[in-house]
Structures are given as structure tokens and as C-alpha cells.
């Protein structure tokens, strides 16, 4: 499944800004802010050094920032970071064969999830990873509230509902997937798998011939 029409302009990162959301970018000879959509500080999962980048940018004019960061150049290829992409391609990946009704933040049983889909009874969570590791191990970052929400997840499905669970992992040389059971989420996770919740991983690649993203399923990579 491809993610198409983006339009992008390189720049090159400076630094990384006094909040995770911003961070200094040098664009046309002028070093100026860039929106960066993520929860966590980018330093924290991938290595920076004046990398060029693709940024994108902001249609709405209220935003604090012209541009939004897209994809920072590691090892001659882009890794994507922006992450609030990741809905978007999850739904994408979802209704590129299908005629689901996919209803988007629908509450269930006091959770709000990301889709909802009503002929199956089924709630779809989707949740980002960004790492530039050949063996990947989840999680790479700790989120209490991605921790309360498999407690609850757990307690959706014991009523009868069905759970699909999607990782859209931004990582252009990944071999394999561990999930760490030494940890309160992977414990939840794999316990909620063997309940029956689905566990869906999608990679999520920039095509820079065309200015898309790939989804895929790679079948090469190893989950252990």
C-alpha cells in the first residue's frame, strides 16, 4: 500500500528544541523552528549530527512553526519520523482491499479507540515505533499509557469483542522483533495476544523516487 502526493523540501537539523515538539532546522540559509510530531525526544531513539531532513509544510497558519518534520537522512536513506502519520497509513492498510466501515476514536466500553470496525466487532489500535536498529526490541521507549490501555484492552476482550493491534515501525534496515517480556507492556502484550488480540507489524518506508510511503509486511523480518 503506498501513501502518495507528499510534498516535501530538504533542510538540514541544528539542534533539538527546548521541548520534544520543536526542534532548530536550517532551511534556505536560515536556521529557523520545525514542528517535530512526536511523543518522545528524537535523540532518544535515533543518532543526530547536522542530518538533512525533509520537512513538510503547515497548512494551517495558526501552527506555531511553518514546517513539520518528515524524515531525517541516516545512512543515505530517509527514516520517516513523523508519527502522526501513523493513523492515516493504518487506515490506509485497512481499507486498501476492504469495504470495512471504519469508524475512527469510537468509544467501546469506556475505551476510545483509534477505529472501530462495527461489522466485525473489532477495535484497531495503532501505535508508532521509530528505530534505525536491525533487531528491534518493544518496546523501545516506556508509556504508561500505552500500558493502561492493554489493562483495558484485556478487559474489552474478555466481553466478547476482538482487538487488533498494529505497529507501524519507521526503520529502513529492520531484521528482526523481540517483544521484552521482562517488561509490565510486553508481558501485557503477549498475554493479550494469547487471549486472542491480533498483532499486526507494518513497516513503514519513504520512497523517495516518488514522494510516497510503503506499507508493507515484511515476511524477511524475524519476530521473535
Known amino acids: 500500500m503506498r501513501y502518495n502526493n507528499l510534498e516535501v523540501f530538504k533542510a538540514k537539523f541544528i539542534s533539538e528544541g527546548k521541548t520534544?515538539?520543536?526542534?532548530?532546522?536550517?532551511?534556505?540559509n536560515v536556521v529557523i523552528?520545525?514542528?517535530?510530531?512526536?511523543?518522545?525526544k528524537l535523540s532518544k531513539l535515533i543518532t543526530l549530527n547536522k542530518n538533512e531532513v525533509l520537512i513538510t509544510k503547515n497548512l494551517n497558519k495558526t501552527k506555531r512553526t511553518r514546517f513539520?518534520?518528515?524524515a531525517i537522512k541516516i545512512d543515505n536513506k530517509y527514516l520517516i519520523v513523523n508519527t502522526a502519520l501513523t493513523n492515516k497509513l493504518v487506515y490506509r492498510y485497512i481499507t486498501?482491499?476492504?469495504?470495512y466501515c471504519l469508524l475512527p476514536e469510537k468509544t467501546i466500553e469506556q475505551y476510545k479507540c483509534d477505529f472501530y470496525i462495527s461489522d466485525k466487532k473489532t477495535l484497531v489500535e495503532a501505535k508508532s515505533i521509530i528505530s534505525n536498529e536491525e533487531a528491534l526490541l518493544i518496546p523501545n521507549s516506556f508509556?504508561?499509557?500505552?500500558?493502561?490501555?492493554?489493562?483495558?484492552?484485556?478487559?474489552?476482550?474478555?466481553?466478547?469483542?476482538?482487538?487488533?493491534?498494529?505497529?507501524?515501525?519507521?526503520n529502513n534496515k529492520l531484521k528482526s522483533i523481540k517483544i521484552n517480556e521482562s517488561t509490565k507492556y510486553g508481558k501485557l502484550l503477549l498475554n493479550n495476544q494469547a487471549c486472542g488480540m491480533k498483532l499486526t507489524f507494518l513497516q513503514g518506508l519513504y520512497n523517495e523516487k516518488d514522494n510516497s510511503i510503503e506499507v508493507v509486511i515484511n515476511n524477511d523480518i524475524v519476530i521473535e
Open 20 to 28: 520534544r515538539f520543536v526542534c532548530n532546522i536550517e532551511y534556505q
Open 33 to 40: 523552528e520545525c514542528y517535530v510530531p512526536n511523543t518522545c
Open 68 to 70: 513539520t518534520l518528515f
Open 96 to 99: 486498501n482491499n476492504n469495504e
Open 143 to 170: 508509556s504508561n499509557r500505552a500500558i493502561e490501555q492493554l489493562e483495558k484492552l484485556y478487559n474489552i476482550i474478555q466481553k466478547d469483542y476482538l482487538v487488533e493491534y498494529y505497529f507501524v515501525i519507521f
